[in-house]
């Protein structure tokens, strides 16, 4: 088709105008090229004469070797031998060489000039590319169409200029010169080459869509016109959504296998039905992850969820219980075996530190009480505190995934009595519901767990992939090794304990990697956040003694006292207000601190508490030292004391001629199988009461509010009860 040439006022109203443009970026760039030509032969001509410019250009050690083509140790040894011009010079990292451009061989000088004109040239191009470069790409409009924009706008200003006759040269000439990359090559980059034709149809489609970059995007086919029929498409879909999880390869097989049997034609090819459930998966991503993988990793994946605003709380006003299968084995120390246990960890929501935890060798609620007491007393101390802090709330996840994985049997904690017993400290208690795992925050705390995990000895893997070599088949080496290493014996629990504790202390002190507070450590935040909590009106009340937290500490209900105390994790425990009972009772017990444990009544009252007794030398008056012999004179005494105290009592009531009273009394006591329940009090104490004429009345038992109060009186009424004994045994 034969080009006609564009009046000024046609090449006004398209906005094309302009034809000096590209004469003046032609002149510039052959008077570059003269320039640079003439520079090169001057410094050709200098070179021959042996004459060195003042104003020479110096080049570095390794662009010289650049433009030799040798090594930069060679270039180094030329200038040892003094065959260039150099100088000296100081920069970072010392002194180094630079050598005169004048002083190298005409070759690579004219290497020099040549890369120096076509940089030139490429940044003047660049000069002039940005004046007819259009607005900023758009992200409604793609990089294809918004280059075809800046291209077509380059070729309607360049041939412009052209008279009749000579506008398919000068187009041909633009197309020659963009297609060898001399023009426009970032362009170039993303559309390729471009032919005559394919400019020729853009410019048409261009300039019937008023010259604007989306005018010249592709015309595919609208996704609403596919070659799917309704009904191969619910075949289709049905078996993708299937909860057997088939791939969509396989779907398409089972699909075109049933369109057959219900006698349903179909032409399509199986990229065709390939194509068509992606897109139908990408548009329906929230039905098709619920049909097949379920309604927690909906989600946990595409459900929208709260961001939390974390400057509205302070530490100590919420903390997160979780739970974790520990992934290395400690002896349990009810039966002595190794065992997987479950870690119980309360995370402070503010700082994200983990302020307190329990390992639990059998599945006991209470497990998360005694977790909560240690983070009470743990925050306490981090406060400078001889005191626990309570927490405003606490976090517990009731999803079937925390409750049946650590506490079998338990179906909703809001039966267990959690929270009456954090009630009791003013705790306000958040029982989340199933299926919102995302709302816990302590999850970045069990991701870096994995690494105190994995120094433990007797570390399983946290995946059946990633388990020790010791564990897999045929590994006898790494077997002998391990129980070379280990003596076939896992860690103990007290001694885990102390181990995970320091661990902490360390992990205080990591900086946060990404979140609300990133680059800086838990410690850090808790600092920080520390200041204003003091500072609150209610700091003080929140404060709590360490023995109203005994309430709070796992419990073993199956205990009898027996002769040497209480029987527990195969100690025995003692307290001279254990002697001469044989009643079941109550313990509590932390296991971070085994050395002792607390003793109640059954109904709650507290006795005391017991401490492991320290053992004697089995000869300590011949083979022991001067502490084993002290050690053994004071339990002597103890012993000694204690048979003298009960003799002692013993006297007073068979000089009150109760004596044969009483062994009729212990015959009726076997026959009845040791029951001694008359009217609310034992035979002994009706005996004594007989004794003793004038009897002074008990004191009314008072209503406590606390168990210390209650310890406190029962001391005293104790104090009372000897110095009647005293002065009776005076009287007789």
Known sequence: MKSQRRTPKDTEKLGIGNEELVRTFLDESANLSENCSNKVRSSISQIKNNKLNNNDIWLSVNESANLLGITKRAIQKKIKDGQFVTREVTGRGGKRYEIALSSL?????????????????????????????????????????????????????????????????????????????????????????????????????????????????????????????????????????????????????????????????????DITFYRYGRKWIAENLPIYTFTRYGGKKLNDELAPFVMRDYSKIEVGDIFVADGHVLNFEIINPFTGKTKRMQLIVFYDMKCGLPMGFEIMPTENTMAISGALRRSILLMGKLLGEDKGFIP????????????????????????????????????????????????????????????????????????????????????????????????????????????????????????????????????????????????????????????????????????????????????????????????????????????????????????????????????????GTEADKALLRRQLEAQARLKKETAQVGEVLLNAGVGDKIKDERLKIKDERGKIKEDGQTVIGQLVAAAEKEKEAEPEEPIFVWEFERKAWEEERLKMKDERLKTKKKVI
């Not at 069990?446 to 564990?471: D, Q, S, V």
């Not at 088949?473 to 290493?485: F, G, T």
Request: hydrophobic share 35%; proline share 4%.
């Open 105 to 269: 061989p005409v070759e690579a000088q004219a290497r020099y000039w040549e890369v120096k004109i076509k940089d030139e040239r490429l940044k003047i191009k660049d000069e002039k590319d940005s004046s007819l470069r259009c607005a900023p790409f758009r992200m409604t409009v793609s990089a294809k169409a918004l280059a075809r924009h800046d291209l077509l706008s380059a070729y309607a200003k360049y041939c412009a200029g052209f008279g009749r006759g000579k506008i398919k040269q000068a187009k041909e000439t633009f197309l020659k010169l963009y297609n060898e990359k001399r023009y426009f090559d970032q362009v170039y980059n993303i559309l390729g080459p471009v032919s005559y034709a394919t400019i020729e149809r853009w410019r048409k489609q261009w300039e019937a869509g008023g010259k604007i970059p989306d005018a010249l995007e592709d015309r595919y086919k609208s996704p609403s016109q596919s070659s799917i029929s309704a009904e191969q498409s619910a075949i289709l879909i049905s078996h993708i959504l299937s909860p057997n999880k088939p791939p969509l390869k396989e779907a398409i097989r089972l699909a075109k296998e049933e369109m057959r049997l219900k006698g349903i034609a179909f032409a399509q090819s």
């Open 392 to 623: 405003r709330a606490v976090y517990i996840d009731n999803g079937r995934a925390f409750r049946g994985q650590y506490f079998t049997g338990v179906h909703d904690f809001e039966q267990t009595g959690l929270k009456g017993l954090y009630e009791r400290l003013g705790i306000k208690t958040i029982i989340a519901k199933a299926y919102h795992g995302q709302s816990k925050t302590v999850e970045r705390f069990f991701g870096a767990f994995g690494e105190f995990e994995r120094r433990l000895t007797t570390y399983i893997g946290n995946n059946i992939e990633n388990k020790p070599a010791r564990l897999l088949r045929n590994e006898k080496a790494h077997v002998n090794a391990y129980k070379a290493l280990t003596g076939g014996q896992a860690p103990e629990l007290a001694a885990v304990y102390h181990y995970l504790y320091e661990w902490i202390l360390e992990y205080a002190q990591r900086p946060h990697q990404d979140g609300y507070f990133k680059g800086y450590s838990p410690l850090q935040v808790f600092e920080e956040s520390a200041k204003k909590l003091k500072a609150l009106p209610d700091y003080e009340s929140r404060l709590i003694d360490f023995e109203k937290l005994h309430f709070l500490m796992m419990e073993e209900r199956r205990t009898t006292i027996q002769r040497n105390g209480i029987r527990f994790n195969n100690r025995f425990y003692w307290n001279e207000a254990l002697y001469g009972r044989r009643e079941a009772v109550v313990i509590k017990y932390d296991w971070m601190y085994p050395e002792k444990i607390l003793v109640f009544e059954p109904t709650g009252e507290f006795i005391c508490e017991a401490t492991l007794p320290e053992r004697v030398h089995p000869a300590a008056a011949i083979l």
